[in-house]
């Protein structure tokens, strides 16, 4: 668990997201070695708030960071990732995403709703 370095949370359903069990990834009794990189949390606004109240200031090394719909970022320094909005739930904060290193590129789910203009 150790290579894990980024997880993208799609949104806050309990079937698809569990903030304590982040916490297995980066406790050192759930591995014979201990965690040198930080591991990155990224997720809606909504989903961070979560991960924060749930676990808090208790690991100094997570890096939870909020990501806004059709704002590209970059994850390992090589991917560009791009949250786009998940045909799924009501409201905002549900996130299928886009992922390419330039050469190829792959969705996380296929139930894209097209944007309004």
Not at 75 to 80: A, D, E, F, S, W
Request: aromatic residues 10%; hydrophobic residues 35%.
């Amino acid at each position: 668990m150790l290579d894990i370095n980024s997880i993208l949370i799609t949104h806050k359903h309990p079937d698809h997201f569990a903030p304590n069990e982040i916490l297995l990834l980066l406790m050192p009794k759930f591995s014979a070695t201990p965690r040198q990189n930080p591991l990155f949390v990224y997720g809606s606004e909504e989903v961070i708030d979560i991960v924060k109240s749930t676990i808090g200031n208790k690991i100094d090394f997570m890096k939870p960071a909020a990501c806004k719909m059709f704002v590209p970022f970059t994850v390992c320094g090589k991917y560009t990732v791009t949250p786009l909005k998940a045909n799924h739930g009501s409201g905002e904060g549900y996130y299928i995403y886009c992922i390419s290193d330039g050469t190829k590129t792959v969705f996380t789910d296929m139930t894209v709703t097209t944007p309004k203009t």
